[in-house]
Each structure stands twice: as C-alpha cells, then as structure tokens.
Nanobody, 119 residues
C-alpha cells in the first residue's frame, strides 16, 4: 500500500519559516517527480513547487511565481522524503499543503498538512 504522509505544518506569524516533510512508504521516490500543492479555503488546488528525479534530470526545480525566492523544495531519496522549506511566510500562504508523487501513470497524494499564517 502506497502512502505519502506530510508533517510539519502549524501556525506561524508572518515573516516566520516552516519546513514541511513528505515521507513515502510502499514506493521508492527516486524515480518520481515530487511536488507540493496547496489549497486555501474557497480556492482551487495550485502547484507550489516541483522537483524532478535526481538521476537523469538532476533534481530540476520549478516554483510558482508567488513563492519564488522564499520557498525551496528538496528531496532525500535515501530517506524517501521530500521537503518544502518555506521562509518569509505571508498570510496568503495559508493553506493545506499536499505532497504529490508522479511517474508515468502513477500518481499519489498525501492527506495534507495545514499551514496557518496569522499575527
């Protein structure tokens, strides 16, 4: 059974940082494109950041414009884990953050972790 489990969310003040993690079981992440999405209340789920497999594609990263320069996606395939370091958080970053692993026809999602940003 494949599981992606996010953790590390919480409540922070504007300007603070959070590092959220996604641990996979049942699959080996090394061949997967890993991504973080987020969904705020009343809004559609949106892509935040993506990282390609390290082998062949060297872990190329892509970011949504609102998070460029503030968020960093990374992966540790030895730990079967992906991360999202979020710095200088803004109130508009508040959302449920979801981990996604995709390879060919395989597409897996985590259950999400809540990130709240409020003063």
């Amino acid at each position: 059974q494949v599981q992606l489990v996010e953790s590390g969310g919480g409540l922070v003040q504007p300007g603070e940082s959070l590092n959220i993690s996604c641990v996979a079981s049942g699959i080996a992440l090394r061949g997967y494109v890993m991504a973080w999405y987020r969904q705020a209340p009343g809004k559609e789920r949106e892509l935040v950041a993506r990282i390609s497999p390290i082998y062949r594609t060297y872990g190329t990263t892509n970011y949504a414009d609102p998070v460029k320069g503030r968020f960093t996606i990374s992966r540790d395939d030895a730990k079967n884990t992906a991360y999202l370091q979020m710095n200088s958080l803004k109130t508009e970053d508040a959302a449920v953050y979801y981990c996604n692993a995709k390879m060919l026809n395989y597409d897996y999602w985590g259950q999400g972790t809540q990130v709240s940003v409020s003063s």
